[in-house]
């Protein structure tokens, strides 16, 4: 792995691991990530304006979470999401258009690691 890789890697909060039958893979340690992948196994052809609205339902419905499973998404708006991120007091902010990004790069790391 490069140097510029490896930054690259440490700024989309990914860790590479091997895979058997290649060089590396990423696996994400990002949350919203992870809650993407489990929306993405249940409605893998789900638009992002979908997935969103489905996360969103989730949250404010203050019932047992099947997707945001470490009840990291504190509250959801129609263009905002509010979640804990990494350390003590970390409340980060994400507006849909960035959700929309992380839902493309999902489904692209997925794709690549079926390869």
Known sequence: MTTTQAIKA???DAVPTPKPGSATRSITTHPI???II???ESQPEARA???WQLLRKEVNAEAERLFDLDHVVDEMSSN???WF???LEAE???SYKTFRNWVSEVRKLKQATRL
Request: aromatic share 4%.
């Open 85 to 87: 991120g990494k350390g």
């Open 92 to 94: 980060r902010a994400t």
């Open 10 to 12: 440490w700024k989309d």
């Open 33 to 35: 990530k992870l809650v």
């Open 38 to 40: 489990r929306l993405l």
């Open 49 to 51: 304006d979908a997935l």
């Open 80 to 82: 905002s999401i509010h």
